[in-house]
């Protein structure tokens, strides 16, 4: 199993990117929380860990949203259906070994202090979920007055007040007066501008070192952000799985090394995690798309590299997914490469993606079956937008290939 030396603080961050995308309108919330949270942390006398901890929680205390939709519900002070979210974000961080410890605050984002204070749990994991959902709830509140930095620090008290009322029923009332001495000054507030956030947030990621991590560490991380993007649409539900299994198997097929077909798979589970930029209804739409809206579905190999960008380790996997729409003839995008521009590895996972797509179903048309597939793959190659030799690859075994893209059988042949 490969070694990967990465920044787990700049692996969150690039998550947080990738869920401010899922807002579209207003960025940097995960971030803003981790702030305001980090704030009364300290004020509270909390330390080293504990900090960090609640850091990490809180930066990604929205993991369980990925539909636009959810997220504009969020941005009501009170909805209902708020437990939802929680409930998804605490199963995707107990997924991953190094961010478990985090689940359970996550988990509690939304509970009233009512309940939550009688709940049997760990009184440092109750203040941290609680802190979180009132600094939330101060983000949301802000969200009205933050167009306009003036009017954030007019609108403060109107927040501040809406914060008390709840005291002792929402929120812990220590938590509520902690909150009231830090968000007394002007700079509490004008620290909520995106420079600021940003340039706080970037001391925090380089607090920490790379550490060594095996793949499958590494894959748990990764998994977070392809269960987000998969989960946005029906009709993508495990794309990213499928392109990950199929691209790692045609890896074996071309008897690329072990690390090779480790790095293969996590560019398939990457590589689409640009789309969370696009609305849910562009991707569900059933009609064709007008140019604008082609154009902003093109943007996101682009902005799946954006993303994972940050994250000093994962560059050549960054590359192979982010050149997934690449082609052969340099008509792909986002950065119109020819051929003999694109390593194997990048043409396997552009491969990998088109073959799992035909044999998904989607809003316009059914799945397809692996000799229609081929059919389209072996064109694709005539009109030299896809890899030959990796096709016939494809070719020697379209069964197998199929069943790792959509991991079940394959239809018989008819
Ligand atoms: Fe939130
Ligand atoms: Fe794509
Ligand atoms: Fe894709």
Same mark, same amino acid.
Request: glycine share 4%.
């Given at each position: ?13 690039? /998550? !947080? ?93 939304? #509970?009233?202090?009512? @309940?939550?204070?009688?709940?049997? +749990? ?20 802000? /969200? ?20 008390? @009322? ?23 507030? /004008? ?16 607090? #920490? ?23 946005? !649409? ?31 798979? +996590? ?36 902005? #799946? ?12 996997? #960054?590359?192979?997914? @982010? ?34 797509? /035909? ?56």
């Amino acid at each position: 199993m490969g070694q990967y030396n990465i920044n787990l603080h700049e692996a969150i961050y690039s /998550l !947080s990117d990738a869920l401010d995308l899922v807002g579209v309108t207003h960025i940097h919330h995960g971030k803003r929380v981790a702030f305001m949270a980090a704030e009364c942390a300290k004020r509270m006398g909390w330390q080293g860990k504990r900090v960090d901890d609640l850091f990490q929680a809180a930066i990604l205390h929205d993991s369980g949203v990925s539909k636009t939709v959810v997220h504009e519900r969020l941005a009501q002070f009170e909805w209902e259906q708020e437990n939802e979210h929680c409930v998804l974000g605490e199963q995707l961080l107990q997924g991953c070994p190094l961010l478990a410890p985090l689940a359970p605050i996550v988990r509690h984002h939304h #509970t009233h202090w009512s @309940a939550l204070k009688d709940m049997d +749990l760990p009184e440092e994991i109750k203040l941290s979920a609680n802190c979180i959902y009132l600094v939330d709830r101060v983000d949301v509140l802000s /969200l009205a007055f933050l167009m306009d930095e003036d009017n954030l620090l007019l609108g403060r008290q109107q927040i501040r007040d809406k914060i008390i @009322a709840k005291r002792g029923d929402w929120f812990c009332p220590e938590l509520v007066d902690v909150f009231m001495e830090v968000s007394s000054s002007e700079a509490f507030w /004008l620290s909520l501008e995106n420079e600021h956030i940003d340039g706080y947030v970037s001391v925090w990621m380089s607090e #920490t070192r790379q550490q060594p991590m095996d793949f499958a560490a590494l894959r748990s991380i990764v998994r977070i952000f392809s269960f987000i993007v998969d989960a946005k !649409s029906a009709f993508t539900r495990q794309h990213s799985d499928g392109v990950a299994r199929l691209a790692r198997y045609l890896g074996t097929l071309f008897e690329l090394s072990e690390d090779s077909c480790e790095m293969l798979e +996590l560019a398939g589970l990457l590589h689409d995690i640009g789309k969370l930029r696009q609305p849910d209804t562009l991707l569900e739409k059933t009609e064709c798309l007008t140019p604008e809206e082609y154009a902003h579905i093109q943007r996101h190999s682009f902005d #799946t590299y954006a993303i994972l960008r940050n994250i000093k380790g994962m560059e050549t996997i #960054t590359q192979w997914a @982010a050149q997934h729409h690449e082609r052969s003839d340099g008509s792909g995008y986002p950065y119109h490469l020819t051929n003999s521009r694109l390593s194997l590895e990048a043409r396997i996972v552009a491969v990998a993606d088109v073959f799992q797509a /035909l044999a998904q179903k989607r809003p316009y048309r059914d799945s397809l079956s692996p000799d229609a597939i081929m059919e389209m793959l072996d064109e694709m190659v005539s009109d030299g937008k896809l890899d030959r030799e990796v096709v016939r690859q494809v070719a020697q075994h379209p069964q197998e290939c199929w069943q790792r893209a959509t991991g079940s059988e394959a239809p018989p042949a008819q």
